[in-house]
């Protein structure tokens, strides 16, 4: 029997992180001075934000500020600089980057950890399509700086200079489900749980009584379409359907779809990019059925922002992108887990 594994901080362990570790900063100056070149402003939120976010599936950490009275404020670190980025976009930035340490409970595994960096990016009065190009240069440069020709997690490769493939998820979920996707969703974006349900038994995949069509569509996702995504090359899914996209706005050419991508590279999901809804009511209406899902699943909500919605007013519009640059790192690296490309893991005290 063997024990467990000894800290990270131990030298023998260090010495084999290291290089993995010195890989890591070189792609991040990179990034960083790829960014400069093309005029991004980089700025530094605060991590501490009244709301960390209103959607449905991410948990936050939250905490208190004590005043010199000992009045006490609810304050949560933030799962995203998203909140703070749109602020400043709203007064007058219009590149704009930012590399954040952000903090997401409920999560930790081989691709996950509750705390990581992550680069998000926006760039005003551009279609989110630009993003797509973004992201292409920028799997060619991690490559590059890291010394490698391919990309690799597991038994899954990628060639990071291949021009990514775009997939809707409608061709996707066809492709490697049998499932007619848009069939389930009306003109006006909403959704027929029972037709998806049906669809997805007859796929051989597991229906509950209780499952909504957003559990329906996760679990295809996952199980189905997921595995096959960035195989090869990377791939640019694209156009979800409306409401699995609260913070995008809708595709002018088909109103049951947004303006939302995600890139993955070796089956790993890297990064997830919105033309960003700037309309304060109709994102207010998609904020209260996220927090209305989470009081079902999680039994708690989120406080709304309110500064966040009176930015909206002013904010021009935008795309933006957030990418997972641990994740990104690991590939690069040939890691197998988060942790082996994160200077200093947050420990393990829960089973």
């Known amino acids: 029997m063997t024990g467990a594994p000894s800290p990270w901080w131990t030298p023998d362990r260090h010495a084999d992180r290291r290089p993995r570790l010195l890989l890591r900063n070189r792609i991040l100056a990179a990034f960083r001075a790829w960014f400069a070149a093309r005029d991004f402003v980089e700025a530094e939120t605060a991590c501490l934000q009244v709301s960390p976010g209103n959607e449905a599936h991410l948990s936050a950490f939250a905490t208190a500020a004590i005043g010199a009275s000992g009045a006490r404020t609810p304050l949560y670190l933030h799962t995203s600089p998203e909140f703070a980025c749109k602020k400043l976009l ?4 219009t590149r704009l980057l930012s590399v954040a340490r952000v903090f997401r409970n409920r999560e930790r595994g081989p691709l996950h950890h509750p705390e ?5 990016w926006y760039r005003a009065g551009v279609p989110y399509t630009d993003l797509m190009a973004d992201c292409a240069d920028l799997l060619a440069l991690a490559a590059e700086t890291a010394g490698t020709r391919r990309f690799r997690y597991r038994d899954r490769e990628a060639d990071p200079f291949a021009e990514p493939e775009r997939l809707t998820l409608a061709e996707a979920f066809t492709r490697f489900a ?7 969703i009306s003109p006006t974006g909403e959704t027929d749980r029972d037709g998806l349900a049906a669809a997805v038994s007859e796929a051989a995949l597991r229906v509950a009584p209780d499952d909504t069509w957003a559990d329906l569509f996760s679990r295809v996702l996952v199980a189905r379409v ?3 995504l960035g195989i090869g090359r990377p791939t640019i899914l694209c156009e979800y359907p409306i409401s699995e996209a609260a913070l995008a706005r809708p595709a002018p050419d088909d109103p049951r779809v947004a303006e939302r991508f995600e890139l993955y590279a070796c089956g790993v999901e890297l990064a997830n990019a919105f033309g960003e809804l700037t309309d304060p009511a109709s994102l207010r209406r998609r904020f209260a059925g996220e927090m209305a899902e989470k009081l079902r699943v999680y039994g708690e909500t989120y406080p709304i922002d309110e500064d966040f919605f009176a930015a909206l007013a002013v904010m021009p519009d935008a795309s933006g992108i957030a990418l997972g640059f641990d994740r990104l790192a690991m590939l690069a690296c040939g890691a197998n887990r988060i942790d082996d490309v994160l200077w200093t893991p947050v420990a393990e005290t829960l089973p």
């Open 90 to 93: 709203a007064a007058g930035e």
């Open 116 to 120: 990581f960096t992550m680069l998000e």
């Open 178 to 184: 049998g499932i007619d996707l848009l069939a389930t």
């Open 226 to 228: 997921e595995p096959h």
